[in-house]
């Protein structure tokens, strides 16, 4: 039996409107264990180190595989999910914070509905003229092609580049990483491509590009690999060429 | 009549299916999800979309489709919803195409297809390793485009917690909980669509499910009168990676790509599973099922696999698991098809695929059952009637239901690739009949007295007050943890009636300790344990309902197994020799006993069970499933 013990200190805040305070919480290590399920075993027997019972610790959690995106936090400075933080990797003791830049919500849950505005702001869809079938394919799309715009549809929404971005926050416009990937991957798609120019025009507006200080956090905390500061440059270049049609009256 | 609205609850493919649907023919939706729609569960599905589109040569059919996945499901499915799905499938998935869901590729561009289990030809669709988040993301956009529009309104972060009758017991509306004002508050809608989802987590850890897969929300309205179908059928996936706190799925997608699951031949074999030599290796699957191999069904080859490490006692190291093995395969081919698993198996393990062999072991995976769903007949088709207002309406007029929360189209096992087109078209279907119910309705949700609204809040307010101030010393998450053990081990991939009436008592005896409940937290703000102990008290209603279907059914049938009522095909044997024609008279013989619908009615004292005839009426059961 293993009797080594794992410590989290975790920003606790109880409303949106009140302070944070910290608590600290020790549950028995095991092997393979990541952040999420330590706290699974925390709300189970919320005492803290001092045997003071409290509120379970509040916090976003779905499937566990890091796929949905839901369970992002701050886990020792460090935007990441914590379903795929395995215990190992961290030692002791582990921080916890709520992802930063999005408005606490209790603890570490956030309200990342500025994720979703971003997508509205540029137009992260296709344009159809409905959900029905049209009896017909669509454009046959090189395996080279697919391979460079699956890398885009990965994007879970966590907010995890955001949260490292320095440029992204409550006091900025900038609509960040994942969105600016968004229009990367919906230009590429061949019927994507005939709203290219209105999402480029979204792009060079307030909050756009151009907010873009190419500190490449994004692209390393990005837990899914997607290579968003590639994005970054390409879309650069297409707004360019964009702003000299645009200069020529050719659209 | 005022413009009459929809709700739809839940918001994974069949959900947004239905939204799309029913925001496209001018209706108002409002649309309700636990969390933003797009973290659903339809995002871990990862390895396919069945179409018979045949791409690859074969000549697949509908036809074909529609044989594999009846007899896949043990015939237990009414044919002509399963027909219509078969016949439906390629237009989805162009329809998936021109959303920009990015599927895989052949070399000439077209969308590729690989095997999965159950079938022979390579029918299913997939965008890498990760097909349902593909798919959901392509709906998600699609919502927001029409949330943009003002077509769509969503309340995320809200939880379904009864719906609300008016006096001639037709549904007018719902009453939901803000999960984080706590605020409980009735919606009036003149249609409610249920795509909630399934009920995995009833077997905790050990399901693939995500931590919200509770089927609560199907518990409640059974709770309410809603009957539920077929609960006893529920799929145990052959191929999860260990986890204490979860148990991952390893696609099936794996084995479609040549995967191979075996065991060493001696027990207690320690060595390094690459230095165990090929003659020493004992490939079960292949060995036993030689025509399918690798590719059985699930319900099939999770019971081999509890055959090779509970009787045979060849599980790795006395455990569970087996090996599930892709070193010999292409890496690249591998890598490009199956990523996002290889990914994932990484992260969690430590290990990498490509290099060693995976463990895997079966865990809960997917309700066959659900709540019950009528369907329409038409004469000239042999299929749905299509628009008809009675497909996946449930017994209760104004309630509809689709995705894995019905339980129309995958019998008694389900086979793989078939999940995500049933929850896309029973969402797409579940919208058009909306839309016809909605056309023929002649009183307004409008119209219902306020007080059947206040009655149903001031209800479920009264059971939050319940739980907020219950101070005994039962702790949900305990109670949640005992349920997972006791339906893991005694309504599992092989039951016994034995078990199976002690599992009964035991979840009522567990029922009774929630009037003992200690929430462990009083805060009136974003209090997750509250809806969490709602949601587990659900699931015990659910889970009791789910031993006494199994209870009593007397069979084997797909994914119910009981040993002692096995109808072995006689070894070696096949159609014409008589031992088989002779296996074949009494498989009738039961078949015209027990392929029957069971119907389930809630009653405070228990479940009150019936049967229902199945509409073979496209392939009568005349070929038992044999997968040698």
Known sequence: MDVRTVEFRIRRQDRPDSEP??????VPYRPNYNVLSALMLMREEPVTIDGKRVDPVAWEHNCMEEVCGACAMLINGLPRPACSALLDELGSPIVLEPLPKFPVIRDLLVDRSRIDQGFKQVKAWIEIDGAWDVHEAGPRVSPQTWAETYLYSRCMSC???????????????????????????MNANPIGRFDRTERLHRLMGNGGLSDCGNAQNCVRVCPKEIPLTTAIGELGRQVTGQLLRDLLGKG | MNAPRVILVGGGLGGLWAALRVAGAGFAVDLFSLFEVKRSHSVCAQGGINASLDHKGEGDSVHQHLVDTIKGGAYLANQPPVKSLCEDAPG??????RIGVPFSRTPEGLLDQRLFGGVKNRRTCFAGASTGQQLLYGLDQQVRRLESLGRITKHEWWELLSIVKDGDGVCRGIVAMDLRSLAVQAFRADAVVL???????????????????????????YQQGALFANAEFFQFHPTAMLGEDKTRLMTEAARGEGGRVWVPRSPGDTRPPKSIPERERFYFLEEWYPAYGNTVTRDVAARAIWKVTRELGLGLGGSDRVYLDLTHLDRTVVRTRLGAILQIYRKF????PVEEPMEIFPAAHYAMGGLWVDFE????????RRGSPRNHATNVPGLYACGECDYA??????????????????????????????????RSAQDTPQSFYDDEVERQQGINLRFMGADGGQNPYTLHRELGALMTTKVGVVRDNRELDAAYGQLQELETRFADLSLLESSAWANQTLAYARQVFDMVKLAQLMARSARQRDECRGAHFKPELELPIPAGKFAGDPEFEDYRTRWKANNSRWLKTTLAEYSADGPRLRYEQVDTSVLSPEEPRDYR
């Open chain 2, 377 to 384: 007949k038409d004469p000239a088709t042999g299929g749905m």
């Open chain 1, 159 to 185: 907010g995890c580049c955001m949260a490292a971005c320095p440029q992204f926050g409550p006091w900025s416009d900038f609509l960040g990483p994942a969105a600016v990937a968004q229009v990367r991957l």
């Open chain 1, 21 to 26: 305070y910290w608590q600290t919480f020790r």
């Open chain 2, 409 to 442: 189209y995958h019998g008694a096992n389900r086979l793989g690739g078939n999940s995500l087109l049933s929850a896309s078209y029973s969402g797409s279907v579940a919208g058009e009949s909306v839309y016809t119910y909605l056309k023929g309705l002649n």
């Open chain 2, 195 to 221: 795509a909630t989802g399934g009920l995995g987590q009833i077997y905790t850890p050990k399901t693939t499910c995500s931590t919200n897969a509770t089927g609560a929300a199907a518990s409640r309205v």
């Open chain 2, 349 to 352: 393990r430590g290990v990498d």
């Open chain 2, 92 to 97: 989805l998935i162009r329809t998936y195409e």
